[in-house]
T-cell receptor, first 116, second 115 residues
């Protein structure tokens, strides 16, 4: 079964508008971490934001915030005031606390296109 | 944090040949991970490389096709052997943050095209 589901293959947003990228996850581990990465066309993976399963508040990092709904097992990324440079692939990923230093499991990604 | 230098950044190779990708980390790490990203797809874990032992491969990946070396705690190589056009992908090495709540760090990626 897929552990990370991103149902939006592609999204368009007008410059300066906010956009929400969806991510749902599946785990029976009570302790886990959720990550969002941005991959521009250059191919590098850029870490954006982290949310821990026990965190009481939603994570925020500049224009990025995470709408974490634990009961629904969703961790949606919200990008405010979109910029042309935000056009990229966005991946949601998870690490479970089975043993430290485990690899991330990635969703299929969402391609975001910001329109001027 | 960790800084990973990965090379080559891109290559175009003839089918039937092999390419070795190198990753150098600026600190000692126990595990290194190798991912493949096929065109338009997500990252798929190929293997986990521990220093001093054989790499652990994920289902669908075999050592004969993707041999990995891990001679020390800061360096690893992945070889893509006997390449075919289906091997055209981005290959990325990664190290974990060492704890649940720290991000994974990635090399810049190797964009491989097999012709």
């Amino acid at each position: 079964a897929q552990k990370i589901t991103q149902t939006q293959p592609g999204m368009f947003v007008q410059e300066k508008e906010a956009v929400t990228l969806d991510c749902t996850y599946d785990t029976s581990d009570p302790s886990y971490g959720l990550f969002w990465y941005k991959q521009p066309s250059s191919g590098e993976m850029i870490f954006l934001i982290y949310q821990g399963s026990y965190d009481q508040q939603n994570a925020t990092e500049g224009r990025y915030s995470l709408n974490f709904q634990k009961a629904r097992k969703s961790a949606n990324l919200v990008i405010s005031a979109s910029q042309l440079g935000d056009s990229a692939m966005y991946f949601c990923a998870m690490r479970e606390a089975t043993a430290g230093n485990t690899p991330l499991v990635f969703g299929k990604g969402t391609r975001l296109s910001v329109i001027a | 944090s960790a800084v990973i230098s990965q090379k080559p950044s891109r290559d175009i190779c003839q089918r039937g040949t092999s390419l070795t990708i190198q990753c150098q980390v600026d600190s000692q790490v126990t595990m290194m991970f190798w991912y493949r990203q096929q065109p338009g797809q997500s990252l798929t874990l190929i293997a986990t490389a521990n220093q001093g032992s054989e790499a652990t491969y994920e289902s669908g990946f075999v050592i004969d096709k993707f041999p990995i070396s891990r001679p020390n705690l800061t360096f690893s190589t992945l070889t893509v052997s006997n390449m075919s056009p289906e091997d055209s992908s981005i290959y990325l090495c990664s190290v974990g943050g060492g704890a649940l709540n720290t991000e994974a760090f990635f090399g810049q990626g190797t964009r491989l095209t097999v012709v």
